[in-house]
């Protein structure tokens, strides 16, 4: 007799997903096919003919990408370098790529490292690279010999490249052939920014030697966020979505800049909530309840890991925006409230220079967006500071540190 597998599963766990049939499509590190790619033709089309020397085995043309988040960038580069891969292969040109998160690899060793271990063959090249240990101008060496001995041509795709601490290795990078590093192999570079000015900002030394295109990404409107959506509905089973579901959640999307990777994520979100509170089918009210969520997770990540001070005095700019007829204020403002803050919270006072200085780490991190003002002739600068997400889901993030739920607790029972 055949025994029933189903009366030994644990009840615990659920076996069949009433929401979704393929979730790995509404998933940030999911590339899809090129028939899913909407509203990008003409830039993927800019970005294959830079790249399209790498299929015979030649340099490419370096690229510098600008856009908001979430307007194809890196789907479109990382997409686009695929296909070059699969194309050499046919006349067996090996074409590598690495990708690289400068957010998380920000230093010139790390951006190396990196490069070299996604590139690297050991087996092949004989080479280890460890994950730390070496000195930089070691792990140039390891990856000038990974270069030759494991490719013909390597794509570097460097992500939020702003956030590199030194640009020195883009100018090593981009002269590595011309300065006779690597002889078997060569390099093309795809810098991906939301900072239109990061060109300018660029040493001269680099400007000089790291000759690039450049591209421009604009937002998606309303119509093509619904198309990308519905490109992406087979992530559900039939019949699961109401109608205006995929509408609501572009038009939400749309509402700030078009960003694509948002308008997944809030249908993704939804349709978990939906699964969570088995309350299928997936409904306008848990796209509503999804984009709060979605804008929570965002801003978690980008203060994950900042001290509880950092933190406080963002609560302290946060309560001002909550309290006062305005969405901007002065540093000296800001200030002043923290040290109330900084009192109920039992933390060390910090001073109103260090206040300035992280308010303008989190200016540069976009959580809050600061500009500098004149007061009038003669009278110098100052400047403003706003808070880039509402206030609710602020709070509700800054409430996972204890220090300041405890804070919080006892205000609201005062």
Known sequence: ?????????????????????????????????????????????????????????????????????GTGKSLISRSVTERVIKEAKRDDITVKAAYVDCGEQNTEAGVVKTIGRELNNPTQSGITIPERGLATGDYYRRLWDVLDMCCDVAILILDEIDLLEDDEVLRKLSRAGENQQISDSNIGIIGISNKINFADELGERVKSSFARDELVFPAYDATQLVDILQNRRDAFRENVLEGDVIPLTAALAAQEHGDARKAIDILRNAGRIAAQSDTIPVTDEHVRQAKKKTEADRFAELIAGAPTQAKTILLALTNLTESKQADEFSTKEIYRRYQQIARGTGLDMLSERRTQEILKEHDFLNVIQSERRGRGRGQGVHAKHRLLEEPDIVKSVLEQDSRISDFLSSTDND
Not at 14 to 23: G, I, K, M, N, Q
Not at 30 to 35: F, K, L
Request: hydrophobic share 35%; no cysteine; net charge negative.
């Open 1 to 69: 007799m055949v025994s029933d597998e189903s009366d030994d599963r644990d009840p615990l766990f659920r076996y069949d997903d009433p929401v979704f049939a393929r979730e790995e499509l509404l998933k940030i590190k999911h590339i899809p096919g090129s028939d899913r790619i909407v509203g990008r033709d003409e830039h993927m089309k800019q970005v294959a003919e830079a790249l399209n020397p790498a299929i015979f085995g030649r340099e490419p043309t370096h690229l510098l990408i600008f856009g908001e988040t």
